[in-house]
């Protein structure tokens, strides 16, 4: 937790060291661990009781609209990979959500440790490609699409879980799930669209084919 949060807090390095003792198999391979799943981070420094994570990051090299979309996109993947599995009976893709979602993570983590900064240096926020007053909506954002990652890395591991019998069982919902997915999809384009031209009438339209999508899902909840 202390790791995650110098990284989102923006600092430069971390630096572990055992007083009394040296470190642990399992406190390395946590520490190993962290660190992969950090853009940027790196073990620079290591022996028996000291390790040295240093971020090379530039906070300048990372366009925060552009991190949303990389988001966006990884979501859209997701959708793809869980429609081929229950449409096309691929079962083999349900793993890989799993290795998408981390990715989503990894970015997820980047964009809010910009928008912290981004809160404390105005001159920044322009850079990254965002208004400071806008800080609270993109970390609003990037929450969200984080939400529904774990969302579908979940729905993933439980399909995944399933034999064969029962995963045979959705063909009946094939149908209903190749076209939710699909209108989810469209939705996410959209999204990027708007975030990269700030448009609001795109913005608004979107809002509209949401009550469409919820409208649909309420209709085979119904069923």
């Not at 579908?152 to 879980?161: G, Q, V």
Request: net charge neutral.
């Amino acid at each position: 937790r202390m790791l995650y949060a110098a990284y989102v807090l923006g600092f430069d390095n971390v630096i572990v060291n055992v007083t009394d003792g040296y470190l642990t198999e399992p406190q390395l391979k946590t520490l190993r661990k962290m660190a992969r799943s950090l853009i940027g981070a790196e073990i620079v420094e290591q022996n028996p009781n000291k390790l040295t994570i240093q971020f090379f990051v530039d906070p300048t090299k990372y366009s925060v609209p552009r991190l949303i979309g990389r988001m966006c996109n990884l979501i859209k993947s997701m959708l793809q990979h869980l429609m081929l599995g229950i449409v096309e009976k691929q079962y083999h893709f349900f793993p890989e959500i799993l290795e998408l979602e981390a990715e989503l993570d990894r970015v997820y983590t980047l964009s809010v440790r910009q928008l912290v900064l981004a809160s404390q240096d105005t001159s920044l926020a322009k850079s990254i490609g965002i208004t400071p007053s806008l800080v609270t909506a993109y970390r609003s954002i990037a929450k969200s699409l984080e939400d529904a990652g774990d969302a579908l890395s979940t729905a993933a591991l439980e399909l995944n879980n399933l034999d064969k019998e029962r995963l045979s069982r959705l063909e009946k919902a094939s149908e209903y799930f190749k076209e939710a997915s699909e209108m989810l999809i469209t939705i996410m384009d959209r999204l990027m669209r708007t975030l990269m031209d700030k448009n609001l009438i795109l913005a608004n339209r979107i809002l509209d084919a949401l009550k469409e999508y919820e409208s649909y899902i309420k209709k085979y909840h119904m069923l």
